[in-house]
């Protein structure tokens, strides 16, 4: 007997089923059970479709057809998801490091004290520790410490004197290991690896780099370029000074490995600034700046004087050139700071820059300029920097280190990776109706259309700048509507009075002025709105970053309540003349503003974990600054399903600005997801976060989670929270002779904690420009039984969901983009309503 | 819930939607549907083993 019928006798004798004259029928209980167990089946909507679309399917050929179809597709997927999305990395891969072996040894002991404990900020455990730190200096040692949660411990180049030790009793802390003699390398990974980068980092320091902040990253201000950049409509000569970021991997007790990858940073300096703007008496100066940083920390002060003609005293060049490797480019020009703290001082204009935000809020934004280096020239930098300062011995107090002179491959470090593989994409579905229509190629959705069917929008109207025309526009939405209504559904405008002209000097005002008169333009108007079909506004913004992009989004959301659309000036005339990547691109974009929370325009076909119990969250948070300061944070919430079926997205207030994970951040994204998954029976929820955790944050977490289990609703779901953020770690691929970007899907798995991916281009085409860089996934905390694998096969699949960019792709899941891009606009402007569409 | 069951419930929902009017073809559409979803779960369930025998 056949299984089916197997299950029809036993629907019989439940109850359930009845069969009469050939047919088989649902009985009343039957019904009733069905009813009450239907949230629970996992793929109802795709047998429903299938179901219907067979029972539609009147002559029999086609039936047959089709049903044969469905056997072809179960066949195909069922082989390519077994193991073949998983294939073995062939090519010889180079990493951005260099495999290094030292000698040396250290003394070592740790210290604490209960004061020491209590306190929650590492900033307040480090005045508690100064004066060991001081007395160990002024005493000859050479000294670095490592603030741990609940300990501090040093490492010195020789035995601590019997004076030092008592120095530290009297002040109340306690030994809590005795000094002891030590070989550097046997210390243990996470030891080694924060104290050699220590060493490298004084080492460097004394070779004239200039270390940025807590950062292991090393400027050296000899080299510089100085480069006109686009700020606003205006060019101004940016100064930038060339680096690298490093970063220390134990391999085992004999070797380690140095991550090295270049980088600069850049700035606006004063007397740069002066030169564009032809700005000549110091009154309209400080008129017009505010708050002034110094190079090269960057610390914030006030002009109190200044005076463009006064010489630069020879002392002070010398400083400048003594201390940080710096050559002034410049005679004169020279101002007083004063400091919240401290005295004030003078220093050369060209040693003191702005803000990013102050010019963002003054000048404009900066024009993305593409200096990220190919494969070629990153590898050639990383070797030059390399040569230049670790060949071909680094000598230190505490160690010799010696170094191999070639790059190292993936093969050389196995020993820190656990394994290796290249993950193919995913498959995806672009129809309810016809499983026919997948691929693993997101650019399908040009060829099918949504997932969600058919749309109909309507364009009431363009805001555009008054140079161009009602003929312009009425072109512009002609070559929209071709393309729209070929691929999405249909798409209508507004037979007449579509243009709302602004007129361009207005980009010229402030910020608070722009809105205002934003506002009293578009706030009047009624804009006509049809049942039937998505109403969606076009604003064309200048091809420059501009703040109204900002005012725009806020204003007709918080008043006209429909989703708007930019586009640029320069690509609103290339749809024009009908360039069709750009209109299908566009035509896509609206398509994705008209869909509802259970619209998606395309789907996994598999979910991203196991049986589609999972539901993914992504957090991400805002602080308006004003004035230098927080006016206040908000937490951004964006929640989708295992199949990315739909999307949940919330922006809420938070009582306390602060950039760590928060209690009330929490509680606010736990009770935001009972509420949108009450009728959802999962029973996993991973949360996704940028930036790893802080060792306070962790806890903050897991106390946090402990609470809510003991809640009904949480009691039996697993948490998963999975930080995600860009690292040092490059790889090279090399093909006959050339240095190339490895593929997209590409995995290395750290640890059961940790993995590398690099999810960087299109599987298909690639990367146009740069070097791919590797996503560090962290696992931060772990209630379900996912191993890392699947937990970086889950990431990588869900990536595939960045459904306004089918041709470029995204480093990061739905849900995280959703929350980035609203935390993005509520940093920027007061959002006082929820948006009506999906900030994708 | 058992597998039994569930396989039992998708059976109940396929026969509610087609409800008897497929004649001939209802066992063949039902077999092909239950068998993908079964194998559906069995993927995502157990990782890539796929139950040999036929429906």
């Known amino acids: 007997m056949s299984l089916v019928l197997k299950f029809v006798k036993k629907g019989i004798e439940e109850g359930f089923l009845m069969a009469e004259n050939g047919e088989i029928t649902l009985t009343p209980s039957g019904r009733v059970h069905l009813n009450y167990i239907l949230p629970t089946l996992k793929f109802a909507d795709e047998i429903k479709y299938q179901a219907m679309r067979i029972r539609d399917l009147i002559e029999d050929d086609k039936r047959k057809e089709y049903i044969k179809s469905l056997e072809n597709e179960l066949a195909d997927t069922l082989e390519y998801s077994q193991k073949r999305r998983e294939i073995a990395i062939s090519e010889r891969i180079l990493v951005n490091g260099y495999i290094g072996a030292l000698e040396g040894s250290v003394w070592i002991f740790s210290i604490s004290s209960s004061e020491y404990v209590t306190k929650q900020d590492f900033s307040a455990k480090y005045v508690l520790i100064k004066k060991f730190v001081e007395k160990l200096v002024n005493s000859g040692y050479n000294c670095i410490y490592n603030l741990h949660y609940d300990r501090v411990t040093f490492f010195l180049d020789r035995k601590p004197e019997n004076d030092i030790i008592s120095f530290i009793k009297e002040n109340n802390f306690n030994l809590v290991d005795e000094a002891k003699r030590i070989n550097i390398s046997d210390l243990e990974v996470s030891e080694f690896e924060y104290l050699l980068t220590k060493i490298l980092s004084d080492y460097f320091i004394s070779k004239k780099l200039i270390k940025i902040r807590d950062q292991p990253k090393f400027i050296d201000f000899s080299r510089r370029q100085v480069k006109k950049v686009t700020i606003g409509q205006l060019n101004f000569p940016l100064t930038i000074f060339y680096g690298f970021n490093i970063k220390v991997n134990k391999i085992n007790n004999s070797k380690f490995i140095l991550w090295i990858d270049p980088t600069y940073v850049q700035f606006l300096t004063m007397d740069k600034w002066i030169e564009s703007l032809g700005v000549e008496t110091p009154e309209e100066i400080l008129h017009l700046i505010g708050d002034i940083c110094v190079l090269p920390t960057k610390r914030k002060g006030k002009i109190s004087k200044i005076d463009l003609k006064e010489r630069i005293p020879d002392e002070i060049r010398n400083y400048w050139k003594n201390k940080y490797n710096l050559d002034l480019t410049t005679k004169t020009g ?173 980009l010229n005002e402030r910020y608070p002025k722009i809105e205002e008169k934003m506002k009293s333009k578009l706030e009047p108007i009624s804009i006509p709105k049809q049942d039937s079909s998505t109403s969606i506004v076009i604003f064309v913004e200048p091809n420059y970053q501009h703040l109204i992009y900002y005012i725009i989004k806020s204003i007709i959301n918080n008043s006209w309540r429909i989703p708007d659309q930019h586009i640029k000036i320069g690509k609103f005339e290339r749809i024009m003349k009908r360039d069709l990547p750009l209109l299908r691109g566009f035509a896509l974009h609206l398509y994705v503003k008209s869909l509802k929370p259970h619209e998606p325009p395309w789907i996994l076909r598999y979910p991203s974990y196991k049986a589609a119990k999972t539901v993914y969250c992504g957090i991400g948070f805002s602080m308006q600054v004003k004035d230098s300061e927080i006016r206040k944070a908000v937490g951004v919430l964006a929640i989708c399903d295992a199949q990315g079926k739909f999307v949940h997205q919330k922006h809420l207030p938070l009582s306390k600005a602060t950039d760590y994970l928060s209690e009330e951040m929490l509680q606010k994204l736990f009770n935001f997801v009972r509420d949108k998954t009450s009728e959802i029976p999962f029973q996993r929820m991973v949360i996704y976060k940028k930036g790893h955790l802080k060792q306070n944050e962790i806890i903050v977490l897991k106390g946090f989670i402990n609470k809510i289990k003991e809640t009904e609703y949480w009691k039996n779901k697993q948490i998963d929270f999975i930080t995600v953020e860009e690292d040092i770690y490059r790889l090279f691929k090399i093909k006959n002779n050339t240095i190339l970007n490895v593929d997209s899907g590409l995995v290395i798995i750290k640890n059961d904690q940790e993995a590398l991916i690099c999810v960087s281009g299109h599987p298909e085409i690639g990367i146009k420009q740069g070097t791919a860089k590797l996503m560090h996934i962290r696992v931060e905390l772990l209630e379900s039984k996912a191993e890392i694998k699947e937990i970086v096969r889950e990431y990588y699949d869900r990536t595939f969901l960045n459904w306004i960019a089918p041709v470029t792709l995204s480093k990061y899941p739905p849900e995280l983009n959703i929350s980035q891009n609203i935390a993005e606009i509520t940093r920027e402007v007061e959002i006082t309503q929820d948006f009506t569409y999906l900030v994708v | 819930m058992s597998d039994e069951n569930e396989d039992l419930n998708y059976l109940l929902y396929i026969t509610s939607l087609i409800d008897g009017k497929l004649r001939g073809i209802w066992k063949y559409a039902a077999r092909i549907l239950l068998s993908s979803i079964i194998r559906k779960e069995l993927i995502n369930e157990l990782g890539f083993e796929v139950r040999k025998e036929g429906y």
């Open chain 1, 334 to 506: 020279m101002a007083e700071i004063s400091f919240k703290q401290g005295k004030p001082f003078s220093y050369p204009l060209e040693t003191l820059c702005f803000e990013k935000k102050w010019i963002e809020h003054n000048i404009g934004f900066m024009m993305k300029e593409a200096p990220t280096l190919s494969p070629q020239e990153r590898y050639e930098k990383i070797r030059e920097w390399f040569i230049a300062y670790c060949m071909p011995y680094v000598e230190t107090p505490f160690c010799k280190i010696e170094f191999k002179e070639d790059m190292a491959s993936l093969d050389e470090i196995k020993e820190i990776f656990k394994s290796s593989c290249r993950l193919l994409p995913p498959r995806l579905v672009f129809s309810q109706k016809d499983i026919r229509q997948q691929s693993t190629d997101t650019r399908a959705i040009f060829k099918y259309g949504g997932y969600a069917g058919n749309k109909a929008i309507f364009i009431p109207k363009i805001i555009c700048p008054s140079f161009i025309s009602e003929r312009e526009c009425e072109e512009f939405l002609i070559a929209l509507k071709r393309t729209y209504d070929s691929i999405f559904g249909t798409l209508e405008y507004a037979s007449e009075g579509v243009r709302i002209p602004y007129s361009s000097t207005i």
